[in-house]
T-cell receptor, first 114, second 112 residues
Framework: DTGVSQNPRHKITKRGQNVTFRCDPISEHNRLYWYRQTLGQGPEFLTY????????KSRLLSDRFSAERPKGSFSTLEIQRTEQGDSAMYLC???FGQGIPPLHFGNGTRLTVT | SQQGEEDPQALSIQEGENATMNCSYK?????LQWYRQNSGRGLVHLIL?????REKHSGRLRVTLDTSKKSSSLLITASRAADTASYFC????????????FGEGTQLTVNP
């Protein structure tokens, strides 16, 4: 169990640029989640995959956001035309099993939009 | 929107004391989980309690759940400086699909 890996750890970008983050879940985990966390707040749900299928998306996920999980392995989260309000920690988590078992989180990608 | 509300928002205690954090939620749930987060890191799962359970223990942690009051508490006994972190409750609502909904957290500081 090598844990959930997220890259990059930090990303600074200028407003209007596109950014892409990657998440490598624990290998046997079929479920993958993306959350966003701003300073002093709890994580907010963005989207959820079961294997390669994106089964749920939050209304927080505007049309500038897109997530993929090709072949049900790693996942990418892309933000197009970044805005200063996109500055946050983007957390990936994975799990395996029925219901909502405990989530295993990565250490996140901190995005700063200048 | 956040489902859970943690109370207090911040708690500062001395090493060896007990720390109690509370979580309230609004809608019916299937289970409630507690997570811990060290500064700048991801969250780590601590304990899960199902809606038909009232109390659960894990090492120095004790969690209670009162579904009639829609509230839960996390007790950390004999706290250590290493327990300093933010603690979040997260609920799986009956109608939430596949998402966990997190509260805003309690920042615990344990002074050596």
């Amino acid at each position: 169990d090598t844990g959930v890996s997220q890259n990059p750890r930090h990303k600074i970008t200028k407003r209007g640029q596109n950014v892409t983050f990657r998440c490598d879940p624990i290998s046997e985990h079929n479920r993958l989640y993306w959350y966003r966390q701003t300073l002093g707040q709890g994580p907010e749900f963005l989207t959820y995959f079961q294997n390669e299928a994106q089964l749920e998306k939050s209304r927080l996920l505007s049309d500038r956001f897109s997530a993929e999980r090709p072949k049900g392995s790693f996942s990418t989260l892309e933000i197009q035309r970044t805005e200063q309000g996109d500055s946050a920690m983007y957390l990936c988590a994975s799990s395996f099993g029925q219901g909502i078992p405990p989530l295993h989180f990565g250490n996140g990608t901190r995005l700063t939009v200048t | 929107s956040q489902q859970g509300e943690e109370d207090p928002q911040a708690l500062s205690i001395q090493e060896g004391e007990n720390a109690t954090m509370n979580c309230s939620y609004k809608t019916s749930i299937n289970n409630l989980q507690w997570y811990r987060q060290n500064s700048g890191r991801g969250l780590v799962h601590l304990i899960l309690i199902r809606s038909n359970e009232r109390e659960k223990h894990s090492g120095r942690l004790r969690v209670t759940l009162d579904t009639s009051k829609k509230s839960s508490s996390l007790l950390i006994t004999a706290s250590r400086a290493a327990d300093t972190a933010s603690y979040f409750c997260a609920t799986e609502r009956e109608t939430s699909g596949s998402r966990l909904t997190f509260g805003e957290g309690t920042q615990l500081t344990v002074n050596p």
